[in-house]
């Protein structure tokens, strides 16, 4: 077992758990592990397929899926009709190569910053995965505790809606800030597209698809019965995760 650290000269320690010597390699050594294959580049969003666990950089799977339904490594395909419901986000491997690749991760931010700048939006402010319990006051005479705030208890599903692109001649559209919602388990899917709709302001000519886990859901299915029959497999840090994406209707 082995801890590697970035130094400032282009090496990066690794510390071996039997002895305390430190051997320094240099990072091109990590290339093949920690750089997208599309663009050479290093990670940014690290996007794993899960039919083969090749990884990219998001944007770049995405445009390539938008041409092709292979893999861009192994050349496997990922899905017949739409390849973009077998990705997902791999988070320990981009922290990794942020930990690896000093000022990568400030440089993306800056980046963000004036891509929103640029076409005069709000930057997103962060919000927090895991949902508050309701706070509550002490009184000094006695145990008595009062809720200040408290959820209802019909908004019961905890939503994290995940954009993973739109397909070529899909353009005009707004991103979507605020992907974290709370919502009723009673609301469908229809519910959830037309609540994307409107806040990206997208066409009618366009096609929202929505995927939880592997399975593409259809309009009626409500929000507490997709819960209950994905399981844990849908669930990251106690939200439903949603993926969705922009596609043509098909042609008849």
């Known amino acids: 077992m082995s801890v590697g650290r970035r130094s400032h000269d282009g090496t990066t320690n690794v510390t071996g758990s039997d002895t305390d010597d430190e051997t320094k390699l240099p990072l091109t050594q990590f290339y093949p592990y920690i750089r997208c294959t599309v663009c050479c580049g290093f990670f940014i969003d690290a996007t794993t397929i899960t039919e083969c666990l090749h990884t990219f950089c998001k944007s770049c799977i995405v445009k390539h899926f938008f041409s092709s339904n292979r893999c861009p490594t192994c050349s496997i395909v990922v899905h017949e009709t739409q390849p973009l419901y077998n990705i997902r986000p791999d988070r320990q491997l981009q922290d990794i190569v942020y930990k690896m690749v000093p000022f990568l991760e400030e440089l993306e931010r800056e980046k963000m910053c004036n ?81 994307i709709r409107r806040k990206m302001e997208l066409s009618p000519k366009c096609q929202v698809d929505l995927v939880c886990g592997d399975h593409l859901l259809d309009h009626h299915q409500s929000l507490k019965d997709i819960k209950k029959f994905v399981g844990n497999e849908a669930l990251q840090d106690g939200l439903l995760v949603l993926h969705f994406g922009l ?6």
Request: net charge positive; hydrophobic share 40%.
């Open 115 to 195: 891509f929103y700048k640029e076409r005069g939006l709000a930057m997103p402010k962060p919000v927090s995965v895991s949902p508050q319990g309701p706070i509550v006051l002490k009184k000094r005479k006695d145990n008595f505790h009062r809720a200040v705030f408290t959820i209802p208890p019909e908004l019961n599903i905890y939503l994290l809606l995940e954009f993973v692109g739109a397909e070529n001649g899909i353009s005009d559209f707004k991103p979507l800030e605020r992907p974290y919602i709370c919502v009723s388990g009673e609301a469908t899917i229809r519910h959830v597209e037309l609540f």
């Open 247 to 252: 596609v043509l209707p098909c042609q008849t």
